[in-house]
């Protein structure tokens, strides 16, 4: 079983930055594969960004490439996620994720945190 717990959120204006970071508690943790979702009002739940256990591996949705960096600390089983370039179509709630596969990770996760919140205003 593994835990994650989301921080960083919170209003921003557009153009701004925001970090969020995941930390992840439970068995080998820091071998999954790490990854970010968000989900806007009345849409589904999308794929933003994923890396690999080792960080040698990164992945994001052509939505926020060139803007959004994921990266992870494994000695504080940490992944963040770096936002800048903010548009107000950013704003959902972003859930962190974590699953054994690097493919899987991008579509179904086996883990999931409970989200918080990104409100970019214009």
């Known amino acids: 079983q593994v835990q994650l717990v989301e921080s960083g959120g919170g209003l921003v204006q557009a153009g701004g930055s925001l970090r969020l970071s995941c930390a992840a508690s439970g068995r080998t943790s820091s071998s999954y594969a790490m990854g970010w979702f968000r989900q806007a009002p009345g849409k589904e739940r999308e794929f933003v960004a994923a890396i690999s256990w080792s960080g040698g591996g990164t992945y994001y949705a052509d939505s926020v490439k060139g803007r959004f960096t994921i990266s992870r600390d494994n000695a504080k089983n940490t992944v963040y996620l770096q936002m800048n370039s903010l548009k107000p179509e950013d704003t959902a709630v972003y859930y962190c994720?974590?699953?054994?596969?690097?493919?899987?990770?991008?579509?179904?996760?086996?883990?999931w945190g409970q989200g918080t919140q990104v409100t970019v205003s214009s």
């Open positions: 994720a974590a699953d054994p596969s690097t493919v899987v990770i991008r579509t179904t996760p086996r883990y």
